[in-house]
Each structure stands twice: as structure tokens, then as C-alpha cells.
């Protein structure tokens, strides 16, 4: 008789707690997305600046940068500043091209972006040839958002962002 009422209550309990969490996501409605100004506003340039600097330091500090492999960390750091845009193509005057000249344009922005990373990359492995191997696995865990791009924090691909369809 004993284990029929506890198999009974465990299943009281059991219902409750499912019950209680029907209710749980009932009440909480799926957050809408946010207005495009905030949206842009996670773009704000100082903020930005101010991140990277502060996982840079972060960085630094992990990595146990000494004397000698300070120059080494200003030239890295240095390489990993966002470029200098100029002003945002118009678009009036790109719809203004023809379909050949846009994407002749595009290949151009490709290329400029292309020469970017390139020049990063170069400095990244330049860096990393002055870290000891203890610092280099240091690096290799903290540089990148765990995965680098594409992978889980990293900046990816369409297949990293949510699906409009």
C-alpha cells in the first residue's frame, strides 16, 4: 500500500511541476526583435573600439607578453585595427552602373577586403612565431570566439544567422 501511494504522489508531483512549466512558457511570450536603431546601435564605433581593446588587453595579459615581445604585440595589435572606410557607396549612384560595371565594383570592395585579411593574417603568424609554445596555445584558446568564424561565437556565414524563410 505504501508504494501505491508513493508511486501516486511521485506522479502528483510529476504533473505539478509539468503543469507549472506549461505556465512557465505561456506567460513568456518570444521577445520581437528589436528596432532597427537599436540594431544599429550595437554597430556604435567607440563601443566597438572599446571591446576589442579590452579583449586585447585581456589577451595580453593571459599571454604573459614580456619585454622582448612587446614590439611584436604593438606591430599584431596595430595589423588588427579596422580599416579606415570612406564614405558608404550611394547608392543612388551605384544603381546608376550598369550590371557589368556593379560587379566590377564589387570584385574591387572584394579585393580591397580580401587584402585586409591577408595583411592580418600575415601579422597574426609573424606574432605568433615570437610566442613560446606555452603562449602559443594560449593564443590558439583565446584568440579567436571559440571556433572562429562560423563556429559557435565566431562571425560566419549565412549558415551562422537565422533562417527569414
Known amino acids: 500500500m505504501a ?17 507549472l512549466g506549461q505556465a512557465a512558457m505561456a506567460q513568456s511570450p518570444a521577445a520581437p526583435p528589436p528596432p532597427p536603431a537599436e540594431r544599429m546601435a550595437k554597430h556604435d564605433p567607440a563601443k566597438m573600439q572599446a571591446h576589442m581593446l579590452k579583449r586585447q588587453a585581456e589577451l595580453k595579459a593571459k599571454l604573459k607578453i614580456t619585454a ?8 599584431f595589435t596595430a595589423s588588427m585595427q579596422p580599416p579606415a572606410h570612406g564614405p558608404r557607396p550611394d547608392r543612388a549612384e551605384f ?3 550598369s550590371t557589368p560595371e556593379r560587379i566590377d ?3 574591387a570592395q572584394r ?16 606574432f605568433y612565431a615570437v610566442l613560446s609554445p606555452e603562449q602559443q596555445k594560449v593564443f590558439d584558446a583565446n584568440a579567436m570566439p571559440h571556433g ?10 549565412p549558415e551562422d544567422r537565422p533562417h527569414k524563410g
Open 111 to 126: 579585393a580591397e577586403r580580401d587584402a585586409e585579411m591577408d595583411k592580418r593574417g600575415d601579422a597574426t603568424k609573424a
Open 3 to 19: 508504494s501505491v501511494r508513493t508511486s501516486i504522489q511521485g506522479l502528483v508531483v510529476a504533473g505539478l511541476l509539468a503543469g
Open 105 to 107: 565594383k564589387m570584385r
Open 95 to 97: 544603381s546608376k552602373l
Open 68 to 75: 622582448a615581445q612587446e614590439a611584436a604585440w604593438t606591430t
Open 148 to 157: 572562429g568564424p562560423g563556429g559557435p561565437g565566431g562571425h560566419g556565414g
